[in-house]
Nanobody
Framework: QVQLLESGGGSVQPGGSLRLSCAAS????????MAWFRQAPGEEREGVAA??????RYTEDSVSGRFTISRDSPKNMYLQMNSLKPEDTATYYC???????????????????WGQGTQVTVSS
């Protein structure tokens, strides 16, 4: 089992920055891939970025160049969000999966464990 706790959300003006954190506890094997997803009100959940323990990243085009995913341990992941736009407003979720489904991590993979989410609001 894996427990995930996101933090770092908040309200920011357009053009501002936030840094989200995700802390995983439990079996590290089950947190091989770590990823960020987001869901805006009335919208479907969408992938943002994913990363494996080696630091190989996958980033969706919609946030590429503005958001950077990183990982400093098997259990801690971050999302640095710069140049935020109102359309980035959403609840952001951390998710993990094991290496059994492959070692290259993308947001198209099926993730097994999810956090409760942290709200990001971008508004003037």
């Amino acid at each position: 089992q894996v427990q995930l706790l996101e933090s770092g959300g908040g309200s920011v003006q357009p053009g501002g920055s936030l840094r989200l954190s995700c802390a995983a506890s439990g079996n590290s094997y089950l947190s091989f891939c770590m990823a960020w997803f987001r869901q805006a009100p009335g919208e479907e959940r969408e992938g943002v970025a994913a990363i494996n323990p080696s630091g190989t990243r996958y980033t969706e085009d919609s946030v590429s160049g503005r958001f950077t995913i990183s990982r400093d341990s098997p259990k801690n992941m971050y999302l640095q969000m710069n140049s935020l736009k109102p359309e980035d407003t959403a609840t952001y979720y951390c998710a993990t999966r094991s290496a059994s489904k492959g070692t290259y991590c993308t947001t198209s993979d099926t993730y097994d464990y999810w956090g409760q989410g942290t709200q990001v609001t971008v508004s003037s």
